[in-house]
Protein backbone atom coordinates (compact mmCIF):
# COMPACT_ATOMS: atom_id res chain seq x y z
CA UNK A 1 0.00 0.00 0.00
CA UNK A 2 2.81 2.28 0.82
CA UNK A 3 4.26 1.61 -2.37
CA UNK A 4 1.22 2.58 -4.27
CA UNK A 5 0.75 5.65 -2.31
CA UNK A 6 4.23 7.01 -3.40
CA UNK A 7 3.79 5.88 -6.60
CA UNK A 8 0.49 8.26 -7.28
CA UNK A 9 2.67 11.27 -5.04
CA UNK A 10 5.62 10.95 -7.48
CA UNK A 11 3.38 11.26 -10.33
CA UNK A 12 0.99 13.59 -8.92
CA UNK A 13 4.27 15.85 -8.84
CA UNK A 14 4.17 16.12 -12.92
CA UNK A 15 0.28 17.07 -13.00
CA UNK A 16 0.86 20.73 -12.14
CA UNK A 17 2.90 20.97 -15.24
CA UNK A 18 0.24 19.20 -17.14
CA UNK A 19 -2.76 21.40 -16.33
CA UNK A 20 -0.69 24.25 -17.41
CA UNK A 21 -1.26 22.47 -20.97
CA UNK A 22 -1.94 19.27 -22.18
CA UNK A 23 1.10 19.16 -24.41
CA UNK A 24 4.07 20.36 -22.71
CA UNK A 25 6.20 19.40 -19.69
CA UNK A 26 7.13 15.53 -20.34
CA UNK A 27 9.81 14.36 -22.55
CA UNK A 28 8.93 11.94 -24.96
CA UNK A 29 8.43 8.79 -23.57
CA UNK A 30 10.52 5.57 -24.62
CA UNK A 31 9.03 3.02 -26.71
CA UNK A 32 8.03 2.05 -30.06
CA UNK A 33 6.95 4.91 -32.38
CA UNK A 34 3.32 5.79 -33.34
CA UNK A 35 4.25 7.30 -36.51
CA UNK A 36 1.05 8.90 -37.66
CA UNK A 37 -1.86 6.82 -35.90
CA UNK A 38 -4.37 8.34 -34.19
CA UNK A 39 -5.76 7.38 -30.64
CA UNK A 40 -9.28 8.99 -29.94
CA UNK A 41 -10.63 8.81 -26.26
CA UNK A 42 -14.21 8.89 -25.62
CA UNK A 43 -15.55 10.03 -22.50
CA UNK A 44 -19.03 9.95 -20.07
CA UNK A 45 -19.73 13.45 -21.24
CA UNK A 46 -18.70 17.03 -21.94
CA UNK A 47 -18.29 19.29 -19.07
CA UNK A 48 -17.44 16.11 -16.61
CA UNK A 49 -14.11 17.68 -14.56
CA UNK A 50 -12.92 14.47 -14.09
CA UNK A 51 -13.23 13.41 -18.01
CA UNK A 52 -11.42 17.11 -18.16
CA UNK A 53 -8.77 15.46 -16.52
CA UNK A 54 -8.54 12.47 -17.88
CA UNK A 55 -8.42 13.69 -21.21
CA UNK A 56 -5.08 15.91 -20.45
CA UNK A 57 -3.56 13.00 -19.23
CA UNK A 58 -4.56 11.37 -22.25
CA UNK A 59 -3.72 13.88 -24.70
CA UNK A 60 -0.08 14.79 -22.99
CA UNK A 61 0.78 10.74 -23.35
CA UNK A 62 -0.48 10.40 -27.16
CA UNK A 63 1.27 13.56 -27.77
CA UNK A 64 4.55 12.62 -26.17
CA UNK A 65 4.62 9.59 -28.22
CA UNK A 66 3.93 11.26 -31.18
CA UNK A 67 0.57 10.25 -31.88
CA UNK A 68 -2.10 11.92 -32.64
CA UNK A 69 -4.96 12.52 -30.38
CA UNK A 70 -8.66 12.70 -30.46
CA UNK A 71 -10.36 13.36 -27.68
CA UNK A 72 -14.87 12.86 -27.93
CA UNK A 73 -16.90 14.40 -25.01
CA UNK A 74 -20.55 13.21 -26.27
CA UNK A 75 -23.42 15.66 -25.21
CA UNK A 76 -24.98 13.47 -23.19
CA UNK A 77 -23.85 11.01 -20.50
CA UNK A 78 -25.82 8.14 -22.40
CA UNK A 79 -25.13 4.96 -24.65
CA UNK A 80 -26.72 6.39 -27.16
CA UNK A 81 -24.67 9.65 -27.58
CA UNK A 82 -21.83 7.61 -27.15
CA UNK A 83 -23.02 5.27 -30.08
CA UNK A 84 -23.00 8.50 -32.09
CA UNK A 85 -18.97 9.22 -31.12
CA UNK A 86 -18.06 5.89 -31.83
CA UNK A 87 -19.63 5.82 -35.50
CA UNK A 88 -18.44 9.11 -36.35
CA UNK A 89 -14.73 7.70 -35.19
CA UNK A 90 -14.96 4.73 -37.31
CA UNK A 91 -15.60 6.53 -40.33
CA UNK A 92 -12.36 8.63 -38.99
CA UNK A 93 -10.33 5.77 -39.24
CA UNK A 94 -9.39 6.14 -35.91
CA UNK A 95 -6.29 3.44 -35.06
CA UNK A 96 -7.96 2.67 -31.17
CA UNK A 97 -10.63 4.01 -29.22
CA UNK A 98 -10.55 4.38 -25.33
CA UNK A 99 -13.33 4.89 -24.07
CA UNK A 100 -15.51 5.14 -20.75
CA UNK A 101 -18.92 3.60 -21.26
CA UNK A 102 -21.83 4.92 -19.96
CA UNK A 103 -22.94 1.82 -20.45
CA UNK A 104 -21.46 -1.66 -20.27
CA UNK A 105 -23.99 -3.26 -22.82
CA UNK A 106 -25.11 -1.31 -24.81
CA UNK A 107 -22.22 0.02 -26.82
CA UNK A 108 -21.29 -3.94 -27.67
CA UNK A 109 -22.66 -3.53 -31.25
CA UNK A 110 -21.05 -0.62 -31.90
CA UNK A 111 -17.78 -1.12 -30.74
CA UNK A 112 -17.59 -4.99 -32.22
CA UNK A 113 -18.01 -2.90 -35.64
CA UNK A 114 -15.46 -0.71 -34.81
CA UNK A 115 -12.90 -4.05 -33.90
CA UNK A 116 -13.76 -5.23 -37.14
CA UNK A 117 -12.79 -2.39 -38.82
CA UNK A 118 -9.28 -2.85 -37.40
CA UNK A 119 -9.58 -0.53 -34.50
CA UNK A 120 -8.08 -1.61 -31.33
CA UNK A 121 -10.48 -1.24 -28.24
CA UNK A 122 -9.80 -0.59 -24.61
CA UNK A 123 -12.15 0.81 -21.81
CA UNK A 124 -11.20 3.11 -18.85
CA UNK A 125 -12.73 4.26 -16.23
CA UNK A 126 -16.19 2.74 -16.69
CA UNK A 127 -16.20 -0.71 -18.40
CA UNK A 128 -17.78 -2.21 -21.50
CA UNK A 129 -18.43 -6.03 -21.63
CA UNK A 130 -16.01 -8.83 -22.40
CA UNK A 131 -16.75 -8.92 -26.08
CA UNK A 132 -16.70 -4.90 -26.61
CA UNK A 133 -12.68 -4.48 -25.36
CA UNK A 134 -9.60 -6.07 -25.37
CA UNK A 135 -8.76 -4.59 -22.08
CA UNK A 136 -9.83 -2.62 -19.35
CA UNK A 137 -7.90 0.10 -17.71
CA UNK A 138 -8.94 0.30 -13.66
CA UNK A 139 -8.62 2.91 -11.52
CA UNK A 140 -8.59 0.93 -8.81
CA UNK A 141 -9.53 -2.41 -7.79
CA UNK A 142 -12.77 -2.92 -7.30
CA UNK A 143 -12.64 -4.40 -3.60
CA UNK A 144 -10.03 -2.14 -2.58
CA UNK A 145 -12.81 0.81 -3.57
CA UNK A 146 -15.62 -1.07 -1.77
CA UNK A 147 -13.57 -1.58 1.50
CA UNK A 148 -12.45 1.60 1.66
CA UNK A 149 -15.79 3.38 1.36
CA UNK A 150 -17.37 0.65 3.33
CA UNK A 151 -14.95 1.21 5.93
CA UNK A 152 -15.56 5.29 5.58
CA UNK A 153 -19.44 5.40 6.40
CA UNK A 154 -18.66 2.36 9.37
CA UNK A 155 -16.51 5.17 10.56
CA UNK A 156 -18.52 8.67 10.09
CA UNK A 157 -21.87 6.36 11.02
CA UNK A 158 -19.73 5.67 14.18
CA UNK A 159 -20.81 1.87 12.90
CA UNK A 160 -24.29 2.43 12.98
CA UNK A 161 -28.06 3.84 11.39
CA UNK A 162 -28.99 5.00 8.37
CA UNK A 163 -26.96 5.73 5.25
CA UNK A 164 -27.29 6.08 1.69
CA UNK A 165 -25.52 6.54 -2.13
CA UNK A 166 -25.65 8.96 -4.58
CA UNK A 167 -24.35 7.36 -7.60
CA UNK A 168 -23.49 8.33 -11.44
CA UNK A 169 -26.32 6.48 -13.67
CA UNK A 170 -28.26 3.32 -13.18
CA UNK A 171 -26.33 1.66 -15.69
CA UNK A 172 -22.67 2.95 -15.10
CA UNK A 173 -20.27 -0.40 -14.67
CA UNK A 174 -17.66 1.39 -12.68
CA UNK A 175 -20.59 2.19 -10.26
CA UNK A 176 -22.64 -0.50 -9.91
CA UNK A 177 -19.65 -3.16 -9.24
CA UNK A 178 -18.18 -0.77 -6.51
CA UNK A 179 -21.79 -0.57 -5.05
CA UNK A 180 -22.17 -4.07 -4.98
CA UNK A 181 -19.18 -4.72 -3.82
CA UNK A 182 -20.16 -2.37 -0.87
CA UNK A 183 -22.91 -4.72 -0.29
CA UNK A 184 -21.07 -7.68 -0.21
CA UNK A 185 -18.71 -6.49 2.41
CA UNK A 186 -21.22 -5.62 4.34
CA UNK A 187 -23.44 -8.59 4.02
CA UNK A 188 -20.46 -10.62 4.61
CA UNK A 189 -18.70 -9.30 8.49
CA UNK A 190 -21.12 -9.03 11.39
CA UNK A 191 -19.44 -5.77 12.07
CA UNK A 192 -21.34 -4.21 9.95
CA UNK A 193 -24.68 -5.47 11.16
CA UNK A 194 -25.82 -1.95 12.40
CA UNK A 195 -25.37 -0.16 9.13
CA UNK A 196 -28.79 0.46 7.08
CA UNK A 197 -28.52 1.27 3.46
CA UNK A 198 -31.94 2.98 2.90
CA UNK A 199 -31.48 3.83 -0.87
CA UNK A 200 -29.12 4.16 -3.69
CA UNK A 201 -30.15 7.32 -5.73
CA UNK A 202 -29.16 7.99 -9.25
CA UNK A 203 -27.88 11.61 -10.00
CA UNK A 204 -26.88 10.51 -13.15
CA UNK A 205 -23.54 12.32 -12.95
CA UNK A 206 -25.66 15.91 -14.06
CA UNK A 207 -25.11 18.31 -10.75
CA UNK A 208 -28.74 19.60 -10.86
CA UNK A 209 -30.39 15.90 -10.77
CA UNK A 210 -27.99 15.02 -8.22
CA UNK A 211 -28.47 18.09 -6.45
CA UNK A 212 -32.41 17.40 -6.25
CA UNK A 213 -31.47 13.28 -5.15
CA UNK A 214 -29.50 14.34 -2.29
CA UNK A 215 -32.39 17.03 -0.99
CA UNK A 216 -34.70 13.89 -2.05
CA UNK A 217 -32.60 11.55 0.49
CA UNK A 218 -32.73 14.63 3.40
CA UNK A 219 -36.64 14.60 3.17
CA UNK A 220 -37.19 11.44 3.19
CA UNK A 221 -34.86 10.16 5.76
CA UNK A 222 -34.85 12.46 8.43
CA UNK A 223 -32.13 9.96 11.04
CA UNK A 224 -30.15 9.09 7.47
CA UNK A 225 -26.49 10.14 9.03
CA UNK A 226 -24.07 9.33 6.07
CA UNK A 227 -24.10 9.87 2.27
CA UNK A 228 -21.55 7.71 0.41
CA UNK A 229 -21.14 9.59 -3.07
CA UNK A 230 -18.85 7.31 -5.69
CA UNK A 231 -18.65 10.04 -8.06
CA UNK A 232 -17.14 13.07 -8.53
CA UNK A 233 -20.28 15.01 -9.92
CA UNK A 234 -22.41 13.86 -7.23
CA UNK A 235 -20.22 14.36 -4.24
CA UNK A 236 -19.54 17.81 -5.11
CA UNK A 237 -23.60 18.07 -5.68
CA UNK A 238 -24.29 16.50 -1.93
CA UNK A 239 -21.49 18.40 -0.73
CA UNK A 240 -22.92 21.80 -1.57
CA UNK A 241 -26.15 20.91 -0.37
CA UNK A 242 -25.17 19.67 2.76
CA UNK A 243 -23.31 22.48 3.50
CA UNK A 244 -25.90 24.84 2.63
CA UNK A 245 -28.38 23.78 4.64
CA UNK A 246 -25.93 23.36 7.62
CA UNK A 247 -27.00 19.55 7.57
CA UNK A 248 -25.17 16.54 10.53
CA UNK A 249 -25.47 14.25 7.81
CA UNK A 250 -21.66 13.69 7.04
CA UNK A 251 -20.10 12.64 3.40
CA UNK A 252 -17.77 10.69 1.94
CA UNK A 253 -17.26 8.95 -1.64
CA UNK A 254 -14.50 9.96 -4.48
CA UNK A 255 -14.21 13.26 -5.49
CA UNK A 256 -11.45 16.01 -7.14
CA UNK A 257 -9.56 17.83 -4.66
CA UNK A 258 -10.46 21.10 -6.59
CA UNK A 259 -14.08 20.71 -6.37
CA UNK A 260 -13.74 19.90 -2.35
CA UNK A 261 -11.57 21.51 -0.69
CA UNK A 262 -14.09 24.26 0.29
CA UNK A 263 -16.50 21.04 1.70
CA UNK A 264 -13.48 18.62 4.01
CA UNK A 265 -13.07 19.41 7.44
CA UNK A 266 -13.76 17.52 10.78
CA UNK A 267 -15.76 19.99 12.00
CA UNK A 268 -19.54 21.02 11.88
CA UNK A 269 -18.88 23.63 9.38
CA UNK A 270 -17.95 21.04 6.82
CA UNK A 271 -19.95 18.53 5.26
CA UNK A 272 -17.27 15.99 4.18
CA UNK A 273 -14.95 15.13 6.54
CA UNK A 274 -12.57 13.22 3.80
CA UNK A 275 -12.70 11.61 0.80
CA UNK A 276 -10.89 9.03 -1.85
CA UNK A 277 -9.92 9.18 -5.61
CA UNK A 278 -7.10 8.66 -7.89
CA UNK A 279 -5.25 11.05 -10.72
CA UNK A 280 -7.61 10.74 -13.28
CA UNK A 281 -4.67 12.95 -15.33
CA UNK A 282 -2.25 9.54 -14.77
CA UNK A 283 -5.48 7.50 -15.87
CA UNK A 284 -6.09 8.83 -18.63
CA UNK A 285 -2.28 9.11 -19.46
CA UNK A 286 -2.51 5.06 -18.97
CA UNK A 287 -5.40 4.89 -20.99
CA UNK A 288 -3.30 6.45 -23.59
CA UNK A 289 -0.05 4.19 -23.35
CA UNK A 290 -2.53 0.93 -23.38
CA UNK A 291 -4.21 1.98 -26.46
CA UNK A 292 -0.69 2.75 -28.23
CA UNK A 293 0.73 -0.78 -27.01
CA UNK A 294 -2.40 -2.71 -28.35
CA UNK A 295 -2.00 -0.54 -31.82
CA UNK A 296 1.54 -1.30 -31.73
CA UNK A 297 1.96 -5.43 -31.16
CA UNK A 298 3.39 -4.93 -27.82
CA UNK A 299 0.06 -6.43 -26.04
CA UNK A 300 -3.37 -7.86 -27.24
CA UNK A 301 -4.78 -7.74 -24.03
CA UNK A 302 -4.08 -11.08 -22.27
CA UNK A 303 -3.63 -11.76 -18.86
CA UNK A 304 0.10 -12.02 -17.97
CA UNK A 305 1.06 -9.70 -20.32
CA UNK A 306 3.48 -6.62 -19.47
CA UNK A 307 4.20 -3.63 -21.23
CA UNK A 308 5.75 -0.42 -20.53
CA UNK A 309 3.56 2.59 -20.03
CA UNK A 310 6.30 5.28 -21.12
CA UNK A 311 7.27 7.27 -17.79
CA UNK A 312 5.06 5.47 -15.58
CA UNK A 313 6.83 2.71 -16.25
CA UNK A 314 5.68 -1.50 -16.33
CA UNK A 315 2.38 -2.61 -16.43
CA UNK A 316 0.89 -6.23 -16.10
CA UNK A 317 -2.29 -7.45 -17.66
CA UNK A 318 -4.53 -9.40 -15.16
CA UNK A 319 -7.40 -11.25 -15.09
CA UNK A 320 -10.73 -9.09 -14.52
CA UNK A 321 -13.71 -9.88 -12.09
CA UNK A 322 -16.30 -9.91 -15.24
CA UNK A 323 -14.15 -12.55 -16.77
CA UNK A 324 -12.47 -10.49 -19.06
CA UNK A 325 -8.88 -8.39 -18.25
CA UNK A 326 -7.61 -5.80 -16.35
CA UNK A 327 -4.85 -3.07 -16.10
CA UNK A 328 -5.08 -1.42 -12.55
CA UNK A 329 -3.96 1.92 -12.34
CA UNK A 330 -3.00 1.55 -8.55
CA UNK A 331 -4.88 2.39 -4.43
CA UNK A 332 -7.40 4.57 -3.91
CA UNK A 333 -5.71 8.03 -1.88
CA UNK A 334 -7.41 9.53 1.04
CA UNK A 335 -7.46 13.52 1.19
CA UNK A 336 -8.34 15.00 4.49
CA UNK A 337 -7.79 18.27 6.37
CA UNK A 338 -4.13 17.45 6.28
CA UNK A 339 -3.68 17.36 2.69
CA UNK A 340 -6.17 18.77 0.82
CA UNK A 341 -4.85 22.22 0.43
CA UNK A 342 -1.35 21.05 -1.19
CA UNK A 343 -3.75 18.68 -3.66
CA UNK A 344 -6.34 21.08 -5.12
CA UNK A 345 -4.07 22.70 -6.82
CA UNK A 346 -2.89 20.03 -8.68
CA UNK A 347 -6.18 18.12 -9.79
Same mark, same amino acid.
Given at each position: ?12 ? *???? !? ?45 ? *?????? =??? %? ?10 ? /? ?17 ? &? ?67 ? &? ?10 ? /? ?19 ? %? ?13 ? %? ?11 ? =? ?23 ? *? ?13 ? *???? +???? !? ?11 ? &? ?31 ? !? ?6 ? %?? +? ?8
Amino acid at each position: MKKKLLGLLLTAA *MAAT !LLAGCGGGDTPASGSSTGAKTYALVTKSAGNPFNEKEAEGFKQAVEA *MGGTPV =IQH %PEAATADAQITV /IQSLISQKVDSICIAANDE &NALQAALEEAKAAGIKICSVDSTVNTASRQVHVNQAGVNEIGQCLVDAVYDLTGGEGQWAIVSATSQAA &NQNAWIESMKEI /IASDSKYANLELVEVAYGDDE %PQKSTDVTQALLTNY %PDLKVICAPTTVG =IAAAAKVLQDQGSSVKLTGLGLPSE *MAEYIGDDDAHSCPY *MFLW +NPID !LGRLGAYTSIALV &NGDATGAAGEKFTAGDMGEYEIVTAGDGGTEII !LGAPFKFD %PS +NIEEWKSVY
